[in-house]
């Protein structure tokens, strides 16, 4: 038998090997207490309640005045079509006035 040329590398991983020796499991501890000696989260005393603040402007509308008078009609012109007013909405949306 007539030996060949070298093959390629493999491109697959073997198996890794173990890193070093395993040391042995300590021992177990104790078991903690539960927290029963623990204090409330409130420990301080209240204090007096405060005097109550002064009058102050209310968030609760008041009633509404009389109607005043009907203002003038404006002038009678030419009308717009329904094209000309979604011009002038796109006109004034693209200067970002609306």
């Known amino acids: 038998m007539i030996p060949g040329r070298d093959g390629r590398d493999s491109t697959v991983e073997g198996p890794r090997g173990r890193n070093g020796v395993d040391g042995v499991d300590g021992v177990n501890g104790k078991d903690g207490r539960d927290g029963i ?3 409330d989260g409130r420990n301080g005393v209240d204090g007096k309640d405060g005097a109550p603040g002064k009058d102050g402007v209310s968030d609760i509308p008041g009633s509404v005045g009389e109607r005043g008078i009907e203002g003038e009609r404006g002038i009678p012109g030419p009308g717009m079509s329904k094209e000309a007013i979604v011009q002038l909405v796109m006109d ?3 200067r970002g006035s609306i």
Request: positive net charge; charged residues 65%.
């Open 37 to 39: 000696d623990g204090k």
């Open 92 to 94: 004034l949306k693209r």
